[in-house]
């Protein structure tokens, strides 16, 4: 009840006056069934402006951190991100990759939407960065469509870094339907699981018009944090991707 109020009563008349969202493409996106809506990552609104203008309902994995807090600001983030519609995952390292991709997969398994940021975690500039694996090995075990998303213009009514929200002009763009069935039996194999999270992100640059980085968007932050940057080896990629980076 409450992602239907949040959409049509308290947050979506606001975010449609911010952005004037423009929508191109939503034919691509199935009236029924599972499917992956793999999304560019430019601001957290993109998690609120994508489920605005799809009809269907759209669960995100959401990193845990926004369910553990504490007090009344703990609780209060608990009952909202639950009530838009994320669900929390740990991503801490490699070894919660699989319970999150169960996780998951029961999501599609119900015949609902799931939205996916396949650059693991929000641009630092605005460029697309490198796709982690985890989305290429949930479609390719389940076997549902991928649906490219870009996210065009929601870094202007929300820019990074900061809680404001300004006006701005919000495009949320559709791709064609993804269809791997010709990797059939082959989830687990990490250069066909590359080769598809690249054939992803290829499609989301054509769509964004987004100038592309051949490294994780992770690696990017995390040198700016100080860090030696090399914290983004094959495995930790396959860990999926969240709802807020």
Do not use: C
């Amino acid at each position: 009840m409450w992602y239907w109020l949040f959409k049509y009563i308290l947050l979506g008349p606001l975010l449609q006056l911010l952005g004037r969202p423009k929508v191109e493409g939503l034919q691509h996106v199935p009236t029924h069934g599972p499917a992956i809506l793999a999304s560019n990552h430019l601001a957290v609104m993109d998690s609120f402006y994508l489920p605005l203008v799809v009809r269907r309902r759209i669960t995100f994995l959401a990193k845990s951190e926004y369910f553990t807090g504490t007090g009344i600001k703990g609780w209060f983030s608990r009952w909202f991100f639950t009530a838009v519609g994320q669900v929390p995952i740990d991503r801490s390292n490699a070894d919660t990759a699989q319970a999150a991709l169960d996780t998951a997969q029961r999501v599609l398994g119900a015949g609902k939407l799931l939205g996916m940021y396949p650059e693991g975690t929000r641009s630092p500039d605005g460029r697309l960065y490198k796709g982690k694996t985890g989305l290429a090995r949930l479609a390719l075990q389940t076997g549902v469509p991928v649906i490219p998303v870009a996210m065009i213009g929601t870094d202007v009514v929300n820019p990074p870094g900061t809680t404001m929200l300004r006006f701005g002009k919000v495009t949320v763009r559709f791709g064609k339907p993804m269809d791997f069935s010709r990797f059939d039996g082959l989830a687990g194999n990490r250069f066909i699981e590359r080769a598809v999270a690249d054939e992803v992100i290829y499609e989301l640059m054509g769509l964004s018009g987004q100038e592309y980085v051949d490294v994780y968007a992770a690696t990017i932050k995390n040198r700016g944090k100080g860090s030696n940057g090399q914290g983004a080896d094959d495995d930790a990629a396959r860990i999926p991707e969240t709802a807020a980076g």
